[in-house]
């Protein structure tokens, strides 16, 4: 069925409708950073948002506080951008966020079944969110909008908008994997999911795997037709579903590896460890990383290859999250049993083989740990692209470069061919491509590392911002800002 035009009135098929205003971009998401935090150290959304935000952008969702009552949302400013956040009440913190969002939906799209925790009065609390947030935000919207939601949290949000007469141009667009249509089907109420999904004009993913998964599942689940590489047609309604690889700024991150390669923690670092190799993996403390796995291949990799004992420090930097969660608390112990088993049968009094932090690192002082680094270890048992791997090629110096050892099931993968691509369920090919890497050859390592560095100069993340929001303008209507109805 026909819609109403972007920011005009509802029209027949062929018409044009031309905005009142100039186009703002709306961002939404499940957390606003706090306007202060918008630095090198914030890290996630806001780094990778950074070149689409400008000032008259509005930035809309929860603030990670809790509150006994919902309230409208509060106002700030910073450098021109607006930030509209709202808070969530404890019921909604435990159904919304903890319930339905972390327990049941990010397993699932990370393939990971065994963990998934469904409940219904998660699932209510969930929509009845999106609802809220989609009422809260309806007035602040403008003729002209440009709305941009990201991530699992709001899957239902396009369509809540719709529902409150909000005809702005919508994209979508989820960090994470989407899982093959048959593990989808798995989610009870999923088709409500893809449903609100659906009511968005452009629908992004990680890449062409996600892609295709979601179109499956859309086509098999909500009875939308396919037409061509990139578009679907649902109620009379035609969905663009695109590819846009997330990245980084490249340069950015690559001067601000020289400058932190200076700075006391990566000299203290350095000190360290003296001449041995270094291999460094950052993660969040997640089931999705692979650190069991992982650990069990540096094990392996002592074994497999003795001739680098004393030779290399390996150093994991494992930020701790959901600690409120129990699976993620024994995750933690876990981890902590196993990092301290293998030093304690591996370690010497003068050598411990693997070092671990929980506690967060500034992105400055990592960059300057990337750039020390002879091996990146990357190594996720699933995730949507992975920036980390991007940030190590950035970090290091062309002349003598490390190597990256790259999960196959990283989204990064897929444009990443010049890494050592592994399973990392295979501890031992894992093991074998560490001895590998930290005995590659320099011409070797140039080589790989030029291009692994061009490619993730070319997918940056103001390519990724502007070539989504290419899509979303396109979707809004050609250059003039008109929009066709169509039949």
């Known amino acids: ?41 914030a890290g996630g959304l806001a780094v990778v948002l950074a070149d689409g935000l400008r000032p008259g952008s509005l930035w809309f969702g929860w603030s990670g506080k809790r509150s006994a009552e919902p309230a409208a949302p509060t106002l700030q400013e910073a450098r021109g951008i607006s930030y509209a956040t709202t808070d969530l009440t404890p019921a909604e913190y435990q159904t919304y966020y903890q319930g339905f969002s972390n327990s049941a939906l990010y397993p699932l799209l990370l ?17 009845q969110v999106n609802a809220r947030f989609a009422a809260s935000l309806a ?12 991530d699992y949290h709001l899957f239902t949000l396009p369509g809540e908008l719709r529902k409150r007469g909000v005809a702005a141009a919508i994209g979508f667009f989820l960090h994470t994997p989407f899982p093959p249509a048959g593990l989808f089907a798995v989610l009870p109420h999923g088709e409500v999911l893809l449903r609100g999904v659906c009511a968005a004009d452009v629908v992004g993913f990680q890449t062409a ?22 578009t679907l047609w649902l109620d009379g309604r035609r969905i663009r579903v695109v590819v846009a690889p997330v990245g980084i700024d490249a340069d950015g991150f690559a001067a601000m590896s020289r400058s932190a390669h200076a700075a006391t923690a990566t000299r203290r670092l350095a000190e360290s460890i003296g001449e041995r190799a270094l291999v460094l993996s950052v993660d969040r403390l997640d089931h999705t990383k692979g650190l069991p796995e992982r650990v069990g291949a540096i094990e392996a990799f002592l074994n497999r290859h003795p001739q680098w004992r004393r030779k290399v420090n390996f150093l994991q930097v494992a930020a701790a999250s959901r600690q409120d969660v129990a699976e993620y608390q024994r995750l933690r112990r876990n981890i902590d049993r196993m990092v301290g088993d293998l030093n304690g049968q591996a370690g010497e009094p003068d050598w411990t083989p693997l070092r671990y932090m929980t506690r967060p690192v500034r992105r400055p002082t990592l960059a300057g740990f990337q750039r020390l680094a002879r091996v990146g270890l990357v190594t996720p048992l699933r995730d949507g692209m992975n920036l980390v791997a991007k940030e190590f090629i950035a970090a290091q110096n062309p002349a003598d470069p490390g190597v990256l050892v790259l999960s196959k099931f990283a989204g990064a993968a897929e444009t990443m061919a010049d890494a ?22 320099l011409d070797e390592r140039q080589a790989r590392h030029a291009a692994l560095l061009a490619g993730v100069r070319r997918e940056t993340a103001a390519a990724f ?14 250059a003039m800002g008109l929009v066709e109805i169509p039949a």
């Not at 795997?209 to 990139?230: K, N």
């Not at 990392?424 to 005995?439: C, I, M």
């Not at 290419?470 to 979707?475: F, Q």
Request: proline share 7%.
């Open 111 to 127: 393939y990971r079944l065994g963990l998934l925790r469904f409940r219904g009065e998660d699932f209510d609390g969930y929509c």
């Open 1 to 41: 069925m026909p819609y109403p035009g972007h920011g005009g009135r509802e029209g027949s098929e062929g018409m044009l409708i031309s905005p009142r205003e100039k186009s703002r971009l709306v961002i939404v998401s499940n957390r606003v950073p706090a306007p202060q935090d918008r630095s090198a150290q």
């Open 139 to 150: 007035p602040l919207l403008r003729p002209g909008d440009r709305i941009w939601v990201h």
């Open 420 to 441: 050592l691509v592994v399973n990392p369920f295979d501890t031992g090919a894992v093991a074998d491509a560490l001895d590998r890497a930290l005995g590659m050859a």
């Open 465 to 478: 911002c502007a070539g989504f929001l290419a899509h979303l303008s396109r979707a809004a209507g050609p």
């Open 209 to 230: 795997v996600d892609r295709g998964h979601f179109m499956d599942a859309a086509i098999e689940m909500l009875g939308a037709r396919r037409r061509g590489e990139d």
